[in-house]
């Protein structure tokens, strides 16, 4: 039997904390989504002498007192997770402002390493640190490593598996006051369920920290509660500000004091001037609103329209399912099976394997991974806070603020996957505005690849199309940001240096969301072919379309677009997908096919996105965002049809 | 010159407000609330910053310098109140008048610098310049203003954060954005990017119209 060891890399964002994990682990690694959360976590296990070493890399937090959803999943897996060690992953750059981090995780009373991590590019820039000194100080071992050149990774494994007795943790001291008051605490908290120290839970009490106060209620310990408040009110009186603040600018004077005594400057060095222009010029005032065109342009125009939507779609559904997969199939089949209802089920116009399972794997799976290629690129090279910096001006006049890039940018992946991103936002205002747009205006890369092939031979269809829901975003958000109340909201991120992605990394991230998509998807596009089965056999999906395909005559549609709703309603990519189907058959005229494009973008989420807007929103809310972007998607359709139709009279 | 009672400055406040700012070389003792025979107004006039008859009282030349600086003062007052010290409501008038009569000649320029030189006082009234503050157009002293107010390469030390939530106060401060760290600014548009240490961060508006930095030169 092997000993196991348990390890958290714990970090600020953008510290190297994956890079160090890659060369700690190797590629031998699960990731998983955090139960309930759409936060990541990677996972691995190595083993290195006579132990077994299970590494986990948690996402970034600045404090244990959690701000966002990642910090509190951070969080979570070290009060929870019941850790040998921590591995506190800092840059060694930024030291004074990592280190507050460094004596909330010391106040756990978790054995930590610190590991100065990226002491390449502080060395460039002339910093030296002691590490020696700086291990004293802390009362923790201290290494300094190169992760993506594997420098320090023995060091760290060795002391992995060495005594954890050896160091004595130094704890900061804060002001009497409020050190009598956190020992007076820690001496009633008396069952500890946590492996953390009493110390740490008497500090977030102080801070009014939600989870242990709810906790502690519901424990039914109302004394500890009581006296934290007490204690609390005290200390506020005291130092007439907020705890959190007194807390905050104590650890960052001693983070500063200790930086003082051990990291010295020896010469005035400087980044790469190459990365130091990139981070410059990709959010420069001016230059930054071109390079973001481009991005946009390269990455989701022509990589994942052109690229994926195109070619990739082109080669799989012809080459592979239609003139291989699917004629041995259905011969296949017709011979094993003779029931006809069976036959249709599978192998007719709408089966699971000619219609569900090729849609899904010929024109969506190439598409969403082309975009969570490009996604991931974005998130791994520092491009995102930039692009929420350039925009957060412009997205103020729509209630919401550059954060709201992240989720908006990731539905033109997934929309279902955007909508439960949306928890990150700040506020129910700026969530609900959010959800909004994602529901009516942002097409998944599925419906955009397909509308991209549908429209790309026109461009004046093309730019109409875009054009609109342009318009469409801004007037809706803009209207949104008055009618929805709610608090104002601030906008502040850190701009991390850029950097070039792993592609190891984007690999992993890639294929993680994928398999998300997947078990997402691929059920309801099943279902979807049974629905329609059922329903053709039974006349009511006849009766749907009779029913959907009145108001649709009124704006100039002709039946079969009903269809294309029919399944739209399933998944928006799915209607999409029908759309390219008839398009091919030349059903339509262009005027019929812009009206149809823009309604179909507009129109239903996708019933995952229903759910998921139901499930982040709650059901009233839920039902008013989809019954408003219903009503509005005729609206819009019966408009363009009055002035492209009636008023212009024009055909495109 | 003589020291001046709280009750003869603001006597001299008033005047000077009323000549200057409402076209009223005069003031009536009902007015101005005081006795026609009043030590106040007697020990005014024999300063030699007030002349009177038997209804009303007027500024001389000297007094009008010497209101221009009480008014300076108050408003001076009530600007630090409000904009550092966070007093609202009523208690900024009572206040302020109390203060002024403390802001002797020296620290008043200072605390004219501290707050960067405001043109008006929070109700909106001008606030007479000192001397101070057309030296600072050459010399570029340093003060205290809200983080929007700099320009690009300009480099201070944040001194307090005021004017948002706990929460948002607190996410700022774990991010090393609080008082003491040194910012040098990088960007003001489309929104403010500045750098602490090797660490860049933007902010918006409303951040940056809360953090106040002392600017440094180099």
């Known amino acids: 039997m092997k000993n196991k060891i348990k390890v958290l890399l714990v970090g600020n964002p953008n510290v190297g904390k994956s890079a160090l994990f890659n060369a700690l682990t190797g590629k031998y690694v699960t990731v998983s989504n955090y139960p309930g959360t759409t936060v990541e976590y990677t996972e691995g296990e190595i083993s290195y002498k006579d132990y077994t070493i299970k590494i986990i890399d948690t996402p970034g937090m600045y404090s244990m007192l959690p701000i966002s959803e990642e910090e509190k999943v951070a969080r979570d897996l070290i009060i929870k997770g019941n850790p040998d060690w921590i591995v506190n992953v800092v840059d060694a750059k930024n030291l004074d402002r990592m280190l507050p981090l460094t004596f909330q995780l010391i106040d756990t009373g978790i054995p930590v390493i610190l590991v100065l991590n990226m002491m390449d590019e502080a060395k460039r820039m002339g910093i030296e640190i002691d590490s020696v000194k700086l291990s004293e100080l802390l009362g923790i071992p201290v290494i300094k490593a190169v992760s993506i050149k594997k420098e320090g990774i023995k060091e760290i494994l060795n002391l992995l598996i060495s005594d954890r007795g050896l160091y004595r943790q130094k704890s900061i001291n804060f002001d009497n006051e409020i050190e009598s008051e956190i020992q007076r605490l820690s001496d009633i908290i008396n069952n500890n369920d946590f492996k953390i120290s009493k110390r740490l839970i008497s500090i977030m009490l102080l801070q009014k920290d939600v989870e242990f106060l709810t906790l502690f209620e519901s424990e039914g310990k109302n004394d500890i509660i009581n006296f934290s408040d007490i204690s609390r009110r005290k200390l506020e009186e005291i130092f007439r500000v907020s705890l959190d603040y007194i807390f905050a600018l104590k650890r960052q004077l001693i983070a500063e004091e200790i930086t003082r005594k051990v990291l010295k400057k020896v ?14 010029i990709t959010i420069h005032k001016v230059w930054g609103y071109p390079i973001l065109f481009f991005v946009l342009y390269f990455g989701l125009y022509k990589f994942v ?24 199939l259905i011969v296949l089949i017709e011979k094993t099976i003779k029931n006809e209802y069976l036959k249709e089920l599978l192998i007719r116009d709408y089966g699971i394997i000619t219609l569900g399972i090729k849609y899904a794997i010929a024109i969506i799976l190439p598409i969403v991974t082309t975009f969570f290629l490009f996604f991931s690129i974005l998130e791994d090279s520092g491009y995102l806070p930039r692009l929420a910096f350039l925009l957060d001006r412009i997205f103020k006049k729509i209630g919401l603020t550059g954060k709201a890039v992240i989720p908006l940018v990731l539905g033109f992946g997934c929309d279902t996957m955007a909508t439960m991103v949306t928890r990150t936002l700040n506020t129910k205002k700026e969530r609900i505005i959010a959800t909004i747009l994602l529901s009516l205006a942002v097409p998944c890369s599925a419906q955009l690849g397909v509308m991209l092939a549908v429209l790309s031979n026109n461009s004046v269809l093309l730019s109409i199309w875009i054009f609109v829901l342009i318009i469409i975003f801004f007037i809706v958000g803009y209207f949104s940001k008055f009618y929805i109340k709610g608090e104002k909201t601030i906008f502040f991120v850190e701009i991390p240096p850029i950097r070039i992605p792993k592609l190891s990394n984007i690999i992993v991230k890639t294929y993680t969301r994928l398999v998300w998509y997947f078990k997402e998807v691929m059920p309801l596009f099943i279902y979807a072919s049974i629905f329609i089965w059922i329903g053709r056999i039974t006349g009511v999906f006849d009766l749907f379309l009779t029913i959907i395909a009145f108001p649709l005559q009124y704006i100039g549609l002709p039946y079969e677009s009903a269809k294309i709703f029919l399944f739209g309603f399933f998944r928006r990519d799915y209607g999409a997908a029908g759309l390219y189907d008839l398009h091919k058959q030349g059903v339509f005229n262009n005027n019929q096919l812009l009206i149809l494009s823009v309604m179909l973008t507009l129109f239903l989420p996708c019933i995952a996105q229903f759910i998921m807007t139901i499930k982040e929103r709650g059901l009233k809310m839920g039902l008013y965002i989809v019954s408003f972007v219903i009503v509005f998607s005729v609206l819009v359709g019966y408009l363009l049809h009055l002035i492209i139709n009636v008023i212009l009279g024009i055909t495109l | 010159m003589t020291e001046l009672k709280e009750k003869q400055e603001e006597i001299l406040e008033q005047l000077w407000v009323s000549k200057n700012e409402k076209n009223k070389l005069s003031v009536t003792y009902e007015v101005l609330g005081v006795q026609k025979n009043s030590e106040e107004i007697s020990l005014l006039e024999k300063e030699g910053l007030i002349e009177k008859d038997d209804e009303k009282v007027w500024l001389t030349e000297d007094g009008n310098k010497r209101g221009e600086k009480v008014v300076r003062r108050h408003r001076l007052a009530e600007k630090l109140l409000v904009d550092v010290i966070d007093v609202s409501g009523k208690e900024i008038h009572d206040t302020a008048c109390k203060l002024e009569h403390f802001l002797k000649e020296g620290i008043e320029d200072k605390v004219c610098t501290l707050l960067g030189h405001p043109k008006t006082c929070p109700h909106g009234n001008r606030i007479p310049p ?7 157009v050459k010399v570029g002293d340093k003060y205290v203003v809200p983080l929007s107010n700099l320009k690009f390469g300009q480099k201070g030390k944040i001194v307090f954060i005021s004017g948002i939530s706990d929460k948002n106060l607190q996410s700022l ?40 930095v002392r600017i440094e030169k180099d």
Do not use: W
């Open chain 2, 173 to 212: 401060a774990s991010m090393g954005i609080l008082p003491g760290a040194k910012i040098v600014v990088k960007q003001t548009f489309p929104s403010y990017l500045f750098g602490i240490g090797n660490s860049e961060f933007a902010v918006d508006k409303t951040v940056a119209d809360a953090v106040y």
């Open chain 1, 305 to 328: 329209g052109e690229f994926g939507a195109g070619i990739l779609v082109d080669f799989i559904e012809t080459n592979i399912f239609e003139e291989n997969l699917l004629p041995k």
């Open chain 2, 130 to 136: 000192g001397s101070c503050c057309n030296l600072d």
């Open chain 1, 267 to 280: 010469s005035i060095g400087e980044e790469s001037r190459f990365i130091n222009f990139i981070s410059g």
